[in-house]
């Protein structure tokens, strides 16, 4: 290799740096968190922050303390002082007054450096945020570096192996995803026996708490195991970083800080050989382990049986443990070595090969050139020779041609002849021969390798005994042609193996574009969708299209999360496809989150594949395959496919309950603020007429002689005018109500519309004479007739009307204004009053809505239906209402009729005379 290539070859992979740029930018824009880890309470980490934190404010940083917890520990109240402590906050909840962390302090005074001590710790209810380690992802997003503390203990991920040793459930957790967003670990440890020390002597907990302590949680055991833990846990956090820097600075050198084993497998029954002692070897070296298959050209046309012993070998090993890695490529060597050097393996392992030695001469042998590439990387070959047990190993059956491929494959070379026969006296031997190879290149393109080695050989055979003297004869007179011979044999071989490998790789390239698409395509159509139903189509016929199976989705419905109860969902096609056998498989699946049925460990006599729809909290249902046959495999490739395809829906599931969940939860807020309004309106405006209509009742009762009858009837006047006002409140809670339940009926018919202005006004001239109002209107000539339910348009220009009244001053005109235009009439009722804030302009129409000055100056304060009625009403007519300023102070309240009938119901319109 020249010394430019190797140059080549050592330059960054610039979609790996612009990666890299982006993540260091995004995490530039944060803050840093830096997490003092330990192994349970009282090793120290909250004094060792405090250590740190005295430390970076001598070198002149700007740093502050959030919230420590003392816990009352001496030595750690006395490294508080010289730090700044912002207040905490106060929240009282059930009568008890707690101190939290005021996040919006923290946020105001945007030190450089903050301290929050206890990360998993939970906030008092009132809170910002549930959880701290939430008030702590806000600082960062702010820009804030955060210094923390952490047991391993509150690890979500270790919860059970915890509680598995301790015999305690952490109830105060944080997400692994959380701690990934770390940018340094510093971990404080401390020997089980100096710790047990500092606890019998006061400095962990207060005297009466320490033998609980001593005979439960802090016992040597559980002490030494949980170090173990916080060892293992920050070890994992560091030897992320370091492939993280290894991967952006492309180091290709093997670091071997921690042991990590990469097994290649085959079709070879004797791979499973390789992943048991990978095991051993891993579990002995308390090591991560790999096991990886290449797929190369050769092996993509492997049988069935091959392809289900490679299936087989990769479930075993994923059973134990390891992580299970499928490649694709020309040479196993190259992509073996490409994935264990990107990845910092340090050991691999190999079969020992039982080809020919000749075989690997001709060919060349993976494990020669394994080794050769290997560098600083171990390699184990591990022997070859079968046990008693071992399966035996059948050849490798090659996909082969079916006799019409031949036969079209003899035809190509026949036409190919004739044309060279034709054209002999017109071109040179070296252009017949071209025709030949062209030829090749044909069959080979269309008809596979065995077509074209014949198509190779026989278009040699035939060029030889017509075209070479003496003709007729494979007799050569001039030994040059045996080289021609020769060559031509070998391009042509040559040629047909590309060109099958070409069509191999486009096939490859192909189903590879199937899948994108079909993951692009579902994905599309599922971000759109809400309803739960129509996603759960969606998902059926995407699935069953694209695997070409019976399909179904069994739903959990059960409110419970403890609870199960699967609702099952097909297409319309399965009739019964589906029956209690299958319902029983899902439930395994479902309450195991594991796939089981056919191709797996579990219940592989069913005749379908249940695979779980797992959500981020909980398990959403089942999804529910059947093969048109039973004998049908699902290989790796398909099943990642099947279970991203079980991954999208299931997200989108969740999506969907957590809309419906929203939109209840929202229905319930409303239904609240309106019950609250509805109450606190009513109330004020029954009190009031209810008020006068006892006073003046009363007074009636109880008058004495000097009550005049004159006097009574003022007062029963009183009493009628307020029953009149109860009467109409209770008449448009009644309209509201019929409004919202869907049960208003419009009856249309023809009128004019100045006879439903003239009815209204009518209606509400004792409004106009108490108040002292005057009605202006402006009608024009020639008015159309308008199909409207006079009743209801009646209403509406009475609500509308004694707003007006409300709010305009006394003496002040009331202008009502009727404009004809081509396809609706507009009625505008323009008052004097106080206006209308712009930002209340579309609130105006919503029930029980009032503005702020119309209730701080107590004019027009009513229930806040009026107008609401109104609206739902001309929204019934397809019609249109809005508010707007009027020119001089006031407002004008518009609303537009249609003046023809859109429904059709109405008999054709009078003709006017």
């Given amino acids: 290799m020249s010394a430019s290539n190797r140059k080549e070859d050592q330059r960054p992979d610039p979609e790996i740096l612009l990666t890299r740029i982006n993540e260091e930018d995004s995490k530039n824009k944060g803050g840093k968190l830096k997490i003092f880890f330990g192994a349970v309470a009282g090793v120290g980490k909250t004094y060792a922050m405090l250590e740190t934190a005295h430390k970076l404010r001598s070198e002149g940083l700007d740093i502050v303390v959030g919230i420590v917890e003392t816990h009352k520990r001496q030595e750690t109240e006395a490294m508080l002082g010289g730090l700044e ?43 910002r945020h549930l959880k701290r380690w939430q008030d702590v992802e806000e600082l960062l997003a702010a820009g804030i570096n955060v210094y923390t503390t952490l047991n391993v203990q509150h690890i979500e991920s270790l919860h059970d192996v915890v509680a598995q040793i301790t015999g305690v459930t952490i109830q105060e957790r944080i997400p692994d995803s959380f701690l990934e967003k770390t940018f340094e670990i510093e971990l ?41 833990l916080a060892l293992r846990a920050a070890a994992e956090r560091v030897d992320a970083q370091m492939d993280e820097y ?135 070959v591990i022997t070859g020779e079968k046990s008693q047990t071992a399966e035996t190993e059948t050849p490798p059956v090659v996909t082969r041609s079916n006799p019409k491929q031949y036969a079209m494959a003899l035809f190509i070379v026949a036409f190919c002849t004739t044309l060279a026969k034709l054209t002999q006296g017109y071109f040179e031997f070296s252009t017949i021969v071209m025709s030949y190879m062209l030829g090749v290149v044909v069959v080979a393109l269309r008809y596979g390798r065995g077509p074209s080695i014949m198509a190779s050989f026989l278009s040699v055979a035939i060029f030889d005994f017509l075209f070479v003297p003496p003709h007729f004869t494979f007799a050569v007179s001039d030994a040059q ?27 490859r390239a192909s189903q590879r574009e199937r899948k994108t698409a079909a ?60 029956d209690e ?33 797992l959500g981020s909290s909980h398990t959403i249902g089942v999804l529910a395959i059947k093969p048109s046959s039973s004998n049908i495999i699902f290989y790796i490739d398909q099943m990642h496919l099947l279970e991203t395809f079980a991954n999208q829906i299931a997200i989108a599931c969740e999506r969907a309950n957590l809309a419906q969940e929203n939109e209840k939860t929202l229905l ?81 018919d023809w009128y004019p519309i100045e006879e439903i202005i ?12 108490n108040n002292k109002h005057k009605i202006i209107t402006h009608l024009p000539d020639h008015l159309p007739l308008v199909p409207l339910d006079a009743v209801l348009i009646q209403q509406v220009l009475v609500n509308l009307l004694d707003n007006a009244f409300k709010y305009s001053p006394k003496d002040e005109p009331v202008d009502l204004i009727v404009e004809s235009e081509q396809t609706t009439v507009k009625i505008s009722i323009c008052d004097r009053g106080m206006g209308i804030n712009d930002k209340n302009k579309e609130n105006i129409f919503h029930k029980f809505f009032q503005e702020e000055e119309s209730i701080k100056t107590g004019i027009g304060v009513g229930a806040g239906l009026g107008l609401a009625i109104a609206s739902g009403i001309i929204e019934a007519h397809d019609g249109k209402i809005w508010v707007e300023d009027r020119p001089g102070g006031g407002s004008i309240f518009n609303f537009t009729l249609p003046v023809k009938d859109a429904s059709g119901d109405l008999p054709k319109m009078p003709e006017i005379n």
């Fill in 758 to 769: 003239g009815s209204a006004i009518a209606t509400i001239s004792d409004a106009v004479s």
């Fill in 85 to 127: 402590i912002l207040p905490q906050k106060e929240i009282e909840y059930r009568g008890t007054k707690m101190l939290e962390f005021d996040i919006d302090q923290a946020l105001l005074r945007k030190p450089e450096i903050i301290l929050v001590d206890e990360l998993a710790h939970t906030n008092a209810p009132g809170s």
């Fill in 188 to 228: 404080i440890d401390l020997p089980p026996d100096e710790l047990l020390q500092r606890l019998k002597d006061g400095k962990v907990y207060l005297p009466e708490q320490i033998e609980h302590a001593l005979t439960n949680f802090f016992q040597k055991g559980n002490l030494i195991a949980l170090r173990e």
């Fill in 581 to 613: 056998a299958d319902e029983g498989v899902a439930n395994w699946a479902f309450k195991n989150k594991k796939a089981a049925g056919l191709g797996t460990d579990t219940l592989p006599s069913s005749n379908g594949l249940y695979i779980p729809l």
């Fill in 481 to 507: 042609y045996l080289i021609t011979f020769v060559v031509m044999l070998i391009v042509a071989l040559i040629i047909s193996t590309l060109m099958v490998e070409v069509k191999l790789q486009a096939e």
């Fill in 519 to 578: 993951l692009y395509s579902l994905s599309r159509e599922l971000g759109s969708i809400i309803d739960l139903d129509d996603l759960i189509k969606t998902g059926l016929k995407h699935v069953g299209e694209v695997f070409n199976t019976r399909v179904a989705i069994f739903l959990n419905v059960a409110k419970d999360p403890d609870t199960t109860k699967l609702i099952l969902h097909k297409s319309s096609e399965e009739k019964h496809s589906f």
């Fill in 246 to 380: 290894r991967k952006f600075h492309q180091v290709k050198k093997t670091w071997p800080a921690a042991e990590k084993i990469l097994v290649c497998i085959s079709s070879s029954p004797l791979s499973i050989r390789l992943v048991r002692a990978a095991k051993r070897m891993a579990n002995g070296l308390k090591a991560k382990w790999v096991v990886v298959n290449v797929e190369t050209p050769t092996q993509a046309r492997q049988n069935e049986k091959d392809k289900a012993r490679v299936l087989r070998t990769l479930k075993l090993a994923q059973q134990l443990g390891a992580e299970i890695v499928e490649l694709k490529g020309k040479k196993v060597s190259v992509e073996v070595m490409r994935f264990a050097q990107q990845n910092n393996v340090t050991k691999i392992i190999v079969g020992k090969p039982v080809s020919n030695r000749w075989s690997d001469w001709l060919f060349g042998s993976a494990l020669d050139d394994l080794i050769r590439q290997s560098g600083s990387i171990d390699v184990y």
């Fill in 668 to 748: 319930t807020v409303k239904t609240e603020q309106l019950r609250s309004s509805l109450l606190s309106s009513v109330s004020h405006d029954l009190r009031t007429p209810l008020a006068t209509i006892t006073g003046a009742a009363s007074s009636i009762m109880e008058g004495s002689k000097s009550l005049t009858l004159e006097d009574c009837r003022l007062l029963a006047g009183e009493i009628y005018n307020e029953s009149v006002r109860l009467n109409s409140l209770v008449k448009n809670l009644l309209d509201m109500t019929r409004l919202q339940s869907g049960t208003l009926r419009v009856k249309k």
